[in-house]
Structures are given as C-alpha cells and as structure tokens.
C-alpha cells in the first residue's frame, strides 16, 4: 500500500501531533507563572483530561519548604476539583523535566498506563529544547496500586 501524501494521513496521527504541541506550549506558559523565589527553578505542567480540556499548573513554593508543590500535582488537583478523573497526557516543562516521585505517585492515581509522559526539557534563554516521550506505567515500578490494596 502506498504511503499516503501529508493531507491525505487519518485525522487522528494530526490530532496526537496538535495534542502534543498545545500540551508542550501551555506547559511553558505554566512555568512563567511559577512561584520559585528560593529555588529560582520554575517549572510548568499541562494535562489532557479524558474530557479533552486541558490543565495547567506551576510550581509554587513557600518560605515553609515543605509546602512547597510541584507543577504536575497544582495542575492535576486543579483538574480534579473540576471534576475530572482521567489524564490522558502529561506535559512537564522545565530545565532538565521529569516528575518527582512524589507526582509519580499522584499520576498514576488518576492516569491509565498507557496516558502519553511528555517530558519538555528547555531553557528559554538558551531556546533549545529536548522532548522525550514515554508513559505512564513506565513512571514508578512497583508503585503502590490502590487497587491491588483493594481500597
Ligand atoms: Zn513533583
């Protein structure tokens, strides 16, 4: 069978690639918002809920540091208190981007296995950029299971 032109491709391959790139782009408008004064390191989340809406969230610290909370965590309770259950995606933006294992935790809670990990790793004023891609039953091995603790 041959290769179909550009235009002609499902909708669906397009619609992941737009996906990705709205998820990439409003991740880094998150991370301009970021409440980073002691860290100084801003990082900003977006996720796709199965509704389709999307989510952000930065990271805001406080001069209590243990209070502080990451990016993934504002934007997924963020979703969650909309009424949302599902993350389809994940979008985290920041100089060398990757969720703790705290957020880890938290979004294998609310995503299934195979919900898209876009990890966005860029600095802004060096404007050069590294997206790794992976999912999220990949983020935690053995990570506690709610439903395997029958809860
Ligand atoms: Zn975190």
């Excluded at 990757?98 to 957020?103: I, N, R, V």
């Excluded at 966005?120 to 990949?138: H, M, R, S």
Aim: charged content about 30%.
């Amino acid at each position: 069978m041959a290769k179909l032109p550009a235009k002609k491709r499902p909708a669906k391959v397009e619609t992941k690639s737009v996906i990705r790139k709205k998820l990439m782009e409003a991740a880094k408008t998150a991370q301009k918002k970021a409440y980073c004064p002691y860290s100084r390191y801003p990082v900003g989340a977006a996720v796709l809920m199965d509704s389709g809406r999307i989510y952000t969230g930065c990271n805001v610290e406080n001069a209590s540091f243990g209070l502080a909370i990451c990016a993934e965590r504002v934007a997924i309770f963020k979703a969650v208190s909309h009424g949302e259950k599902r993350v389809k995606a994940l979008c985290v933006a920041a100089k060398s981007a990757k969720p703790c294992g705290a957020c880890r935790q938290v979004i294998i809670e609310f995503a299934d296995k195979d919900a898209e990990m876009i990890y966005l790793d860029w600095q802004p004023l060096e404007k050069k950029e590294k997206v790794t891609i992976t999912k999220a039953g990949k983020l935690l091995p053995h990570a506690f299971d709610p439903s395997e603790a029958g809860l």
